[in-house]
């Protein structure tokens, strides 16, 4: 299964400020997921990424607050935009071979 | 969209004993997997079983896909087997990969 990295795996932010993860994966793969999971809670899917076109978002997530880029096949960025402490989350990408997940990245917004 | 549950929320166990856990979902599936997410937050896949039983070690699972539900044995269980275990399921229309809630375990030394 593919090997992801994800980056920072761990931040503490000021609220209003806007935090960039950024995912790394060792072949290249049509499809790329981000998920946030809120504290105690399970993981819920923000939005898909394909390469070369808009990702497409989920019920309740705005490309306004999460836009994210995918410039090629092994290689995207979720960003979490004019942050509050509710954003407060692990955030999570995968990809589309047997969901393999990065190992994600504890936000904490202060 | 499908739903997925799983039981019991939260498991205690002392060292050795053996468990079940199960999750239940609402429609045929294309993909169902196992994860176990470890205290650090780290998400590690056990077992990909859309339908029948697999083992790895001292896991097993099981899915009755035409029951809608699967089984996760842990046998002989340890300390480092502690944390969050979710099922997550991929509908056969087409649905996106959807998470259970999880069941939080935790082995007693």
């Known amino acids: 299964s593919a090997v992801i990295s994800q980056k920072p795996s761990r931040d503490i932010c000021q609220r209003g400020t806007s935090l960039t993860i950024q995912c790394q994966v060792d072949s290249q793969v049509t499809m790329m997921f981000w998920y946030r999971q809120q504290p105690g809670q399970s993981l819920t899917l923000i939005a898909t990424?394909?390469?070369?076109?808009?990702?497409?978002?989920e019920s309740g997530f705005v490309i306004d607050k999460f836009p994210i880029s995918r410039p090629n096949l092994t290689f995207s960025t979720l960003t979490v935009s004019n942050m509050s402490p509710e954003d407060s989350s692990i955030y999570l990408c995968?990809?589309?071979?047997?969901?393999?997940f990065g190992s994600g990245t504890r936000l904490t917004v202060v | 969209g499908i739903q997925v549950e799983q039981s019991p929320p939260d498991l205690i166990l002392q060292e050795g004993a053996n468990s079940t856990l199960r999750c239940n979902f609402s429609?045929?599936?294309?993909?169902l997997q196992w994860f176990h997410q470890n205290p650090w937050g780290q998400l590690i896949n056990l077992f990909y079983i859309p339908s029948g039983t697999k083992q790895n070690g001292r896991l097993s699972a099981t899915t009755v896909a035409t029951e809608r539900y699967s089984l996760l044995y842990i046998s002989s269980s340890q300390t480092t087997d502690s944390g969050v275990y979710f099922c997550?399921?991929?509908?056969?229309?087409?649905?996106?990969?959807?998470f259970g809630p999880g069941t939080r375990l935790s082995v007693l030394p």
């Open positions: 990424a394909n390469q070369g076109s808009e990702a497409t978002y």
């Open positions: 429609d045929s599936v294309n993909n």
């Open positions: 997550a399921v991929e509908g056969s229309y087409g649905q996106n990969f959807v």
């Open positions: 995968s990809v589309e071979e047997y969901r393999s």
